[in-house]
């Protein structure tokens, strides 16, 4: 009987050892599996974050170093623009010529690879236009700020309306807290040509 006894008991530390490795094996996979799902959960946050880190960035271009004295500034000229106006009682349409001043060249060639989109914010603010609106100066000046502000937002940077904040209007949205200052790079919008007709 003694024999019968050794035999037994050399499957019974067999199957122990296999217990213990299939134990550790189940532990080990469980510890991995807990690994990826927190990197994977903090990645997705992480990737939202960087979604707006970029979309904050864009819109907060860093401003270049101020040019130096007597260099010129550059220019940025776009096809002339001829749309039918706003004009409820007449058929009117205007024709502009707009050319954007900028503050660095790399950004002129920028806003040349976005040229479709700013022609098509430029000519959308000016199909919603009047005759009336557009004769005067106050509307020049208007119609010039908006189109800064048009200019730049393909590229993700996003000028607040200086009517609104002037007129003490509320925005459309609701901002719980004030933005910081935006860098326009474009710094300024110039008619080369400006006919109502």
């Known amino acids: 009987m003694a024999t019968a006894a050794a035999p037994e008991a050399a ?7 296999k217990l213990i490795i299939i134990i550790v094996a189940l532990v080990l996979v469980l510890v991995v599996g807990g690994v990826a799902a927190v990197l994977l959960l903090k990645k997705k946050p992480a990737a939202e974050g960087e979604g707006e880190e970029e979309a904050q960035a864009a819109a907060h271009v860093p ?9 010129p500034p550059v220019f940025v000229p776009l096809e002339p623009f001829t ?66 502000r048009e200019s730049v937002r393909p590229l ?18 609701k901002k719980k807290k004030r933005r910081a200052p935006v860098y326009n790079p474009v710094t300024n ?8 007709q």
């Open 11 to 17: 499957p019974a530390g067999g199957g122990k050892k």
């Open 63 to 71: 401003a270049p170093a101020p040019p130096k004295p007597g260099t």
């Open 83 to 148: 749309v039918n106006l706003a004009d409820k009682d007449v058929d009117r349409f205007a024709q502009v010529g707009v050319t954007l001043e900028v503050a660095d060249p790399k950004f002129a060639d920028q806003l040349k690879a976005y040229m479709p989109a700013i022609r098509s914010n430029i000519l959308m603010t000016l199909s919603y236009k009047t005759s009336a609106e557009l004769l005067s100066r106050e509307g020049k000046e208007k119609l010039a700020r908006e189109i800064m």
């Open 156 to 173: 993700g940077i996003e000028i607040e309306d200086e009517d609104e904040e002037a007129s003490g209007e509320e925005p459309k949205k």
């Open 189 to 196: 919008v110039l008619f080369s040509s400006f006919i109502v």
